[in-house]
């Protein structure tokens, strides 16, 4: 059945690209330097609260900082950018 199947499977990506650009400007509002980021992002089966295990399934009572903010992420690797 799989091998019907196979083609049109996908496997899902928990990895994120942000990019981000930040500028700073002096007293009289010219821009003194620019520069941008880019960080590659993974999210992990781990909570971001280690009390809780990595199988225990969001339905199930979690403690109250996995509810607010879920799995953990990890910045997998950090970059600058030419703009």
């Known amino acids: ?20 650009i930040g500028e700073s400007t002096n007293p009289l509002g010219e821009a003194t330097i620019r520069v941008g980021f880019e960080a590659v992002v993974q999210r992990v089966p781990d909570w971001t609260d280690p009390s809780d295990p990595p199988e225990k399934t969001p339905l199930a009572a979690l403690s ?13 690797a950090l970059r600058e950018i030419d703009l």
């Open 1 to 20: 059945m799989l091998h019907s199947l196979g083609n049109s499977l996908t496997v899902r990506s928990d990895t994120f690209i942000v990019r981000s």
């Open 64 to 76: 109250e900082i996995n509810q607010a903010f879920g799995r953990r992420f990890v910045v997998v």
